[in-house]
């Protein structure tokens, strides 16, 4: 295990207009912001064909084959994030949503691009003192994070 520590800054409210993408709204705020670290939280909703990560097709294969799910309606989501800079300082939001429809339900991250329907709000607790940065792994290709950079 690697750990930091680091203290609570600004909090952000915000209410994503329909249509928006999800990660690239936050990580724009981020930038016009200079949020290096936050916390997040988000409920609303999901617009038809948004499209998630689901999980690799083979869990301990040596390449990593990610899988894709295409909402096929507007669902209703909640979900968790975090977001950190990356080694050359973009901002990178690493968020999961539960979304679901009627009896039906998918997990999954929102890189692929996840459109808001109407409602999506989120809160974002800005995270200050943090050392930590997401550095590329090349063992699994991902940018991962590291909580203890340059400490």
Not at 51 to 68: F, Y
Not at 100 to 111: K, L
């Amino acid at each position: 295990m690697k750990y930091s520590e680091s203290q609570l800054g600004r909090i952000f409210v915000i209410r994503l207009e329909d249509g928006d993408i999800i990660h690239e709204e936050i990580e724009n705020l981020a930038k016009q912001n200079n949020i290096e670290s936050a916390a997040l939280i988000i409920l609303g909703g999901a617009d038809k064909n948004s499209k998630l990560v689901v999980g690799p097709q083979k869990g301990r294969e040596k390449t990593i084959i990610p899988m894709e799910h295409i909402l096929n309606n507007v669902h209703e989501i909640t979900g968790t994030g975090t977001l950190f800079l990356d080694d050359a300082n973009n901002s990178i939001l690493h968020m999961h949503i539960s979304c679901g429809r009627n009896d039906n339900s998918v997990t999954g991250c929102v890189r692929r691009g996840v459109k808001a329907w109407h409602v999506m709000e989120i809160v974002l607790f800005e995270l200050t003192g943090s050392p930590a940065k997401r550095i590329l792994d090349p063992a699994t290709g991902f940018k991962l994070l590291d909580p203890c950079l340059g400490n």
